[in-house]
């Protein structure tokens, strides 16, 4: 039986990514020196990334981005965002790209303090409460985002649980990706990451945990019996250097995401299953983590009709792509808008300090 064919039709779900990073494979410059460890992959590359972004860039990342995930035949998108020098209306432009061109997504802003402490993190929880109630879009949902743990304090976190039970809606937070996090964690009191975030209230029933990559079992479990999600993002765990989920086997809600690789799940699933692979764990749990993506996103999106075939995509009876190519979007001109974008990015990037 094909995906076309299969009686749910609801594609292939990207549970957590990063639409600012869409410009990324377009040159962008390495650090020199290499960073040595995850904390400063952070701090010289993926947080100078979102320093520089304004609207131009982040509109042209966004776009070609979601055209690129389309052809690749992915239909919905979680994405979580941060553009620490452009918050206000950051989200519309996010919306506005994937309303256009035909993809579903659940869309947050990163609340975070590491740049400009409480008032930058309550911005980032207005944008989203902004959101929240002013987006009418028909493919398009919000929910509430926190960076990482390490990166907020415990009012912040409690906020955020609070807006988001507010709205009936999630936190979707990166969780125990390195070890950096759990002893942060522990350093302010809690036993872990999960503890910290469940203590202060910030993790709403359906909750998104990105990575877990750290986690011990008792916290994949308790997780799961609260009702959270994790996102194994094996792409990225493997490039940052920060280890394999193992632990992620001990349940079944856990989706699949690129944590802002180029969005096809094929590339993803591959993947999962090499490093399954080499850590000798569930091969079957790993491989049913796209499947699971399509659980995760219908409580936000609901259920919609997807036909999906080589070159050949629609999307709730409107034509994506056909023959291989992008109907929604001229192709040739977001690539074109990417490319001048992506240089002008990299210069801003040049010269932040």
Same mark, same amino acid.
């Given at each position: 039986?094909?995906?076309?064919?299969?009686?749910?039709? $609801?594609?292939?779900?990207?549970?957590?990514?990063?639409?600012?990073?869409g410009?990324?494979?377009?040159?962008?410059?390495?650090?020199?020196?290499?960073?040595?460890?995850?904390p400063?992959?952070l701090?010289?590359?993926?947080?100078?990334?979102?320093?520089?972004?304004?609207?131009?860039?982040?509109?042209?990342?966004?776009?070609?981005?979601?055209?690129?995930?389309?052809l690749?035949?992915?239909?919905?998108?979680?994405?979580?965002?941060?553009?620490?020098?452009?918050?206000e209306?950051?989200?519309?432009?996010?919306?506005?790209?994937?309303?256009?061109?035909?993809?579903?997504?659940?869309?947050?802003?990163?609340?975070?303090?590491?740049?400009?402490?409480?008032?930058?993190?309550?911005?980032?929880?207005?944008?989203?409460?902004?959101?929240?109630?002013?987006?009418?879009?028909?493919?398009?949902?919000?929910?509430?985002?926190?960076?990482?743990s390490?990166?907020?304090?415990?009012?912040?976190? $409690?906020?955020?649980?609070?807006?988001?039970?507010?709205?009936?809606?999630?936190?979707?937070?990166?969780?125990?990706?390195?070890r950096?996090?759990?002893?942060?964690?522990?350093?302010?009191?809690?036993?872990?990451?999960?503890d910290?975030?469940?203590?202060?209230?910030?993790l709403?029933?359906?909750?998104?945990?990105?990575?877990?990559?750290?986690?011990?079992?008792?916290?994949?479990?308790?997780?799961?019996?609260?009702?959270?999600?994790?996102?194994?993002?094996?792409r990225?765990?493997?490039?940052?250097?920060?280890?394999?989920?193992?632990?992620?086997?001990?349940?079944?809600?856990?989706a699949?995401?690129?944590?802002?690789?180029p969005?096809?799940m $094929?590339?993803?699933?591959?993947a999962?299953?090499?490093?399954a692979?080499?850590?000798?764990?569930?091969?079957?749990?790993?491989?049913?983590?796209l499947?699971?993506?399509?659980d995760?996103?219908?409580?936000?999106?609901?259920?919609i009709?997807?036909?999906?075939?080589?070159?050949?995509?629609?999307?709730?009876?409107?034509?994506?792509? $056909?023959?291989?190519?992008?109907?929604?979007?001229?192709?040739?001109?977001?690539?074109?808008?990417?490319?001048?974008?992506?240089?002008?990015?990299?210069?801003?990037?040049?010269?932040?300090?």
């Amino acid at each position: 039986m094909t995906e076309a064919q299969t009686p749910r039709l $609801t594609g292939r779900v990207n549970a957590h990514t990063h639409l600012y990073s869409g410009l990324v494979p377009l040159g962008m410059p390495a650090p020199a020196p290499a960073p040595q460890s995850f904390p400063e992959i952070l701090e010289r590359v993926w947080w100078r990334l979102d320093r520089a972004l304004d609207a131009e860039s982040l509109d042209a990342s966004a776009r070609y981005y979601t055209a690129q995930a389309l052809l690749a035949g992915t239909t919905a998108l979680v994405d979580h965002h941060e553009s620490p020098e452009f918050i206000e209306g950051s989200l519309d432009v996010l919306a506005d790209a994937c309303e256009e061109l035909g993809m579903r997504a659940l869309l947050c802003y990163g609340a975070t303090e590491r740049n400009g402490g409480r008032d930058e993190a309550q911005r980032g929880l207005a944008e989203c409460r902004r959101f929240l109630e002013s987006n009418a879009r028909d493919l398009v949902r919000g929910a509430v985002g926190l960076h990482a743990s390490f990166t907020v304090s415990d009012e912040t976190i $409690t906020e955020a649980g609070a807006l988001a039970r507010e709205f009936d809606t999630v936190v979707h937070v990166h969780l125990a990706e390195d070890r950096c996090d759990e002893r942060d964690a522990r350093q302010r009191g809690y036993s872990s990451v999960l503890d910290r975030l469940l203590s202060l209230g910030g993790l709403p029933e359906g909750s998104i945990l990105a990575h877990g990559v750290h986690a011990n079992r008792s916290d994949v479990c308790l997780a799961a019996e609260r009702g959270l999600w994790f996102v194994h993002n094996p792409r990225s765990n493997r490039a940052n250097g920060v280890g394999y989920p193992a632990e992620l086997d001990a349940t079944g809600r856990v989706a699949l995401g690129t944590d802002g690789f180029p969005a096809d799940m $094929t590339d993803e699933v591959e993947a999962a299953l090499r490093g399954a692979a080499e850590h000798k764990a569930d091969a079957t749990r790993a491989a049913a983590r796209l499947e699971a993506g399509n659980d995760l996103i219908e409580r936000h999106l609901g259920t919609i009709d997807v036909a999906l075939a080589p070159g050949e995509l629609s999307i709730g009876g409107r034509t994506i792509a $056909t023959a291989g190519a992008l109907v929604t979007a001229d192709i040739d001109h977001l690539a074109r808008t990417a490319r001048n974008q992506a240089e002008r990015l990299w210069r801003r990037m040049e010269d932040l300090e």
